[in-house]
């Protein structure tokens, strides 16, 4: 699968940027929600690992998500507590290793293998490209925080489709009917390539760079710190709370809350 590769490839990058970061820097609090980055890699590991167990292992995957459900101190508490505060140095190299693993699962798996979730059953693809997503996404408070500017490579791609795929579910997680069809897309790709998504229907459009696209559907950047632009009221509503990843409703972060960090 194309997509494990690219899981692969995005999980590489994370690594190469804090390989070469100061130790003290992963219990420092980043923009999201003040969690550090040993708390950033905790969670990815874990889910990591989890979306191993998806494939391989289905009844440990049934236990854990019923003991993460039910632990009193909430999903962090659990990942902290079942890696028994793994951080810095061994996290990172742990995670490394749980990537590998992840990324050499799903690259021999069938794409449309039905697996077990939280939610509804997914397909193979669908999970290795929400850990792709979740890397992504939770990536950026940790370049955010070092004072990096992510290059991003075409693999955003996959993050765009989700983004596309879940215009309804940003609508049906809050309760809400779609105002409309999905503004047309018109997204510039990392590679200069021109992606277009949607059909040209009562003037909402989208028009921009992808990797902008990506930073509001992930909820890692306010449509206003983005120079993405809008046309039409569907579009602007859209823009205003989009949410690609499951779960309950999130809301976006404030205007200028999520940006890359001037270091003295």
């Known amino acids: 699968m194309e997509q494990a590769e690219d899981f692969r490839a995005e999980s590489a990058a994370l690594y190469a940027l804090l390989s070469a970061a100061d130790a003290s820097e992963f219990d420092q609090p980043t923009q999201f929600k003040t969690w550090t980055i040993n708390a950033v890699l905790q969670h990815l590991h874990f889910w990591n690992m989890m979306a191993v167990s998806q494939v391989t292992d289905e009844a440990r995957l049934v236990d854990l998500l019923s003991r993460v459900m039910a632990h009193k101190a909430g999903m962090r508490g659990f990942e902290n507590a079942y890696l028994e505060g793994l951080s810095g140095a061994a996290l990172l190299e742990t995670w490394k290793a749980g990537y590998e693993t992840a990324a050499q699962v799903y690259a021999e798996a069938d794409p449309k293998q039905r697996l077990k979730w ?147």
């Open 118 to 264: 939280a939610g509804p059953d997914m397909s193979a693809r669908s999970s290795i490209t929400a850990r792709l997503m979740e890397t992504w996404a939770h990536g950026q408070e940790v370049y955010d925080h070092l004072g990096e500017v992510r290059q991003n490579q075409d693999r955003i791609a996959n993050i765009v489709v989700l983004g596309v795929n879940t215009y309804s579910w940003t609508y049906k997680t809050r309760g809400e009917t779609p105002p409309g069809p999905m503004p047309c897309l018109k997204l510039t790709a990392p590679s200069g390539a021109v992606w277009t998504y949607g059909e040209e229907n009562g003037g909402d459009r989208i028009t921009g760079l992808a990797e902008q696209f990506c930073q509001v559907v992930t909820q890692t950047r306010n449509i206003a710190d983005t120079q993405l632009r809008l046309s039409g009221p569907i579009a602007a509503d859209w823009m205003s709370k989009a949410q690609c990843f499951a779960g309950p409703p999130e809301t976006p972060p404030e205007p200028g809350t999520r940006r890359t960090r001037t270091l003295a």
